[in-house]
């Protein structure tokens, strides 16, 4: 199937999304500079931190973001930039109530993204906490979700990616909150469990701007 000028356009919102928020993550970490940011042992919240002290009684560790600002601006950006694309690529993905759940547990996941950027987690936790929750709870459930589309739609033709990413999120949520690192430290569980989805919203945007677009129907000459 050829794609539309919108469903270009949502392509390309899900193919910078990912790079957004990477970008953002390091060059805000690397401003860091007592402690230095650890991806094993700090959390992608505390980037976004607004002030500078001991945080988290689970997990004690002092946290002073001076970039903060930026990894916020782009977190919110991500969440963004994923609703645009789910919605500007919504009919183009599929149908049937599989497709449709998916989406709809997606489009939630974003606006985690943008509920956690808005409240940092040293402003709001309670907010930030919920932001995390629709990420990595609600979003790995329809990602999972997404992978089970008919094989018949758009979505559904990319099943071993979508699959491999709802089940590697799913694990990476499960393990993060049960606070258990696996060599990787907590931190870097945390990222196994939140990068998944933009990640497969980016190889997806790709493929999807790769398709030829759809040509305008031509009313055919009349014979006189």
Same mark, same amino acid.
């Given at each position: 199937?050829?794609?539309?000028?919108?469903?270009?356009?949502?392509?390309?919102?899900?193919?910078?999304?990912?790079?957004?928020?990477?970008?953002?993550? +390091?060059?805000?970490?690397?401003? *860091?500079?007592?402690?230095? /940011?650890? *991806?094993?042992?700090?959390?992608?919240?505390?980037? !976004?931190?607004?002030?500078?002290? $001991?945080?988290?009684?689970?997990?004690?560790? /002092? $946290?002073?973001?001076?970039?903060?600002?930026? &990894? @916020?601006?782009?977190?919110?950006?991500?969440?963004?930039?994923?609703?645009?694309?789910?919605?500007? #690529? *919504?009919?183009? +993905?599929?149908?049937?109530?599989?497709?449709?759940?998916?989406?709809?547990? %997606?489009?939630?996941?974003? !606006?985690? /993204?943008?509920?956690?950027? +808005?409240?940092?987690?040293?402003?709001?936790?309670?907010?930030?906490?919920?932001?995390?929750?629709?990420? &990595?709870? +609600?979003? @790995?459930?329809?990602?999972?979700?997404?992978?089970?589309?008919?094989?018949?739609? #758009?979505?559904?033709? *990319?099943?071993?990616?979508?699959?491999?990413? !709802?089940?590697?999120?799913?694990?990476?949520?499960?393990?993060?909150?049960?606070?258990?690192?696996? =060599?990787?430290?907590? !931190? =870097?569980?945390?990222?196994?469990?939140?990068?998944?989805?933009?990640?497969?919203?980016?190889?997806?945007? $790709? %493929?999807?701007?790769?398709?030829?677009?759809?040509?305008?129907?031509? @009313?055919?000459?009349?014979?006189?």
């Amino acid at each position: 199937m050829n794609l539309n000028p919108t469903g270009r356009v949502g392509a390309l919102c899900w193919a910078a999304a990912a790079p957004i928020f990477l970008v953002a993550s +390091l060059v805000t970490g690397l401003r *860091w500079r007592e402690p230095t /940011y650890s *991806w094993a042992l700090h959390n992608i919240s505390d980037l !976004g931190n607004a002030h500078c002290g $001991v945080w988290d009684t689970t997990r004690p560790r /002092y $946290v002073c973001s001076p970039w903060h600002p930026l &990894m @916020n601006a782009a977190m919110l950006t991500t969440g963004v930039l994923l609703a645009a694309g789910l919605l500007l #690529t *919504w009919r183009l +993905l599929g149908c049937g109530g599989v497709v449709r759940s998916a989406q709809a547990l %997606l489009l939630v996941a974003a !606006g985690g /993204y943008a509920l956690a950027a +808005l409240y940092p987690a040293d402003a709001d936790e309670n907010l930030h906490v919920l932001g995390a929750f629709l990420i &990595m709870g +609600l979003g @790995n459930v329809g990602l999972l979700l997404a992978g089970f589309a008919p094989g018949t739609t #758009t979505l559904g033709r *990319w099943r071993p990616l979508t699959l491999t990413a !709802g089940l590697i999120a799913l694990v990476g949520t499960v393990l993060f909150f049960a606070q258990q690192g696996v =060599g990787i430290g907590v !931190g =870097g569980m945390e990222r196994v469990a939140v990068l998944p989805f933009p990640l497969w919203a980016c190889c997806l945007g $790709v %493929l999807l701007a790769e398709r030829p677009a759809s040509q305008p129907r031509s @009313n055919p000459s009349k014979v006189h």
